[in-house]
Antibody, heavy 121, light 113 residues
């Protein structure tokens, strides 16, 4: 069974930073592209970015470029999202997700339960 | 970025009746070289993470009941629930993956009439 467990969310002031982590199990982590998708409270879904199976390619939505960094450690079956210079509008549940296809064309076939990031003074 | 529009924020359907959810994209999602539409549908039940229902506009994900079907091509797509069940009450999102960034529609809430 595929399992994705996020951690690291919390309350942070505008301009602050967090590192979100995702522990993956139940599949060969190193074979899959992985993404982060977020959902503001009561709102829709927004893809944040993804990373190739070997970490050699990364893509981001424009609104987070230069502030967020996706990384992975295939030896630890872990995915990370470093979020810097946080803004109030970054408040959301952040989902760790597995991509269905081995390409940058993202379709998510598995989702974690999410971790809530709240940006507020 | 490709804009995905779901025209209905919500719809109410009687149990056992058909539910039809529409989605339009601002750009063509049909890739001519493989004749595939880069369109997926997700279901999000209250308090849960989303779940993949359909990709390539009409391919059901493993384990998805066959009352769910997807259709359409180019810029106009439809998710149909042929006979609504109580457990189908949820938000439904379309998503394009033709170009980066992948983008989602605003969601359509399906309720029981």
């Amino acid at each position: 069974e595929v399992r994705l467990v996020e951690s690291g969310g919390g309350l942070v002031q505008p301009g602050g930073s967090l590192r979100l982590s995702c522990a993956a199990s139940g599949f060969t982590f190193s074979s899959y592209w992985m993404s982060w998708v977020r959902q503001a409270p009561g709102k829709g879904l927004e893809w944040v970015g993804n990373i190739k199976s070997d970490g050699s390619e990364k893509y981001y939505v424009d609104s987070v470029k230069g502030r967020f960094t996706i990384s992975r450690d295939n030896a630890k079956n872990s995915l990370y999202l470093q979020v810097n210079s946080l803004r109030v509008e970054d408040t959301a549940i952040y989902y760790c997700t597995r991509d269905l296809f081995a390409s940058s064309n993202t379709v998510v076939d598995n989702w974690g339960q999410g971790t809530l990031v709240t940006v507020s003074s | 970025d490709v804009v995905m529009t779901q025209s209905s924020d919500s719809l109410a359907v009687s149990l056992g009746e058909r539910a039809t959810i529409s989605c339009k994209s601002s750009q063509n999602l049909l890739y001519s070289s493989n004749n595939r539409n880069y369109l997926a549908w997700y279901q999000q039940k209250p308090g849960q993470s989303p779940k993949l229902l359909i990709y390539w506009a009409s391919t059901r994900e493993s384990g998805v009941p066959d009352r769910f079907s997807g259709s359409g091509s180019g810029t106009d797509f439809t998710l149909t629930i042929s006979s609504l069940q109580a457990e189908d009450v949820a938000l439904y999102y379309c998503q394009q993956y033709y170009s980066t960034p992948p983008t989602f529609g605003g969601g359509t809430r399906v309720e029981i009439k």
